[in-house]
């Protein structure tokens, strides 16, 4: 930065992102991968599950928050066996 630049924050401004916007980029993140792989299991399994992988990207969700993305998630239909590795059954 040059000595007659000046540091500016505007909250307007389009390239500024809120406060948090990481921590939901993990969640959303972790909740896309729990659904590719657990939808249609039991809630407790999913919210286990969920609990884990935030708890590993260091993406602290609320128990309200993983209570409802679980019981999303396991109400969703199971995904047809693909026959891969990357099968959770």
């Known amino acids: 930065m040059r000595d ?3 540091v500016r924050f505007d909250p ?3 390239d500024i ?6 921590v939901q980029m993990r969640i959303d993140w972790v909740v ?3 659904m590719a792989t657990h939808r249609g299991l ?13 708890r590993g990207m260091g993406a602290a969700a ?3 928050q993983v209570d409802n993305y ?7 239909p199971q995904l047809p066996s693909t026959g891969t590795a990357t099968d959770f059954h």
Do not use: C, F
């Open 4 to 6: 007659n630049e000046k």
């Open 12 to 14: 307007a401004a389009p």
């Open 17 to 22: 992102r809120p406060v948090g916007w990481q």
């Open 32 to 34: 896309t991968q729990v």
């Open 42 to 54: 039991p809630e407790e399994a999913v919210r286990t599950e969920l609990a884990q992988r935030l």
């Open 62 to 64: 609320g128990q309200r």
């Open 70 to 76: 679980a019981r999303a998630i396991s109400a969703m």
